[in-house]
């Protein structure tokens, strides 16, 4: 059984950072494409950013040059570095692969 489990999710000051972490367990990143979607109040979720399985990286066009998707095979663990953060960045951040959600972070960027 997939189980992916987000953290690092608070409360930060625009302009800040923060860096998410997702833990994945049942399942080999290696082999799968991983991506973080977010859902801010009243609005649908969206993609913020994929990493392939060789590695190959996408973004959002609002988080290009602040966010940065990374991971750690070896800790079976996918990150997401925030930086430069803006209150319109602030939703529920939600780990994903295939058809399998964690069951996400919630980061609020406010002053």
């Known amino acids: 059984q997939v189980q992916l489990v987000e953290s690092g999710g608070g409360l930060v000051q625009p302009g800040g950072s923060l860096r998410l972490s997702c833990a994945a367990s049942?399942?080999?990143?290696?082999?799968?494409?991983m991506a973080w979607y977010r859902q801010a109040p009243g609005k649908e979720r969206e993609l913020v950013a994929g990493?392939?399985?060789?590695?190959?990286?996408n973004y959002a066009d609002s988080v290009k040059g602040r966010f940065t998707i990374f991971r750690d095979l070896a800790k079976n663990t996918v990150y997401l570095q925030m930086n430069s953060l803006k209150p319109e960045d602030t939703a529920i951040y939600y780990c994903?692969?295939?058809?399998?959600w964690g069951q996400g972070t919630l980061v609020t960027v406010s002053s």
């Open positions: 049942g399942i080999r990143f290696s082999f799968n494409d």
């Open positions: 994903n692969v295939g058809v399998t």
């Open positions: 990493i392939s399985s060789g590695d190959w990286t």
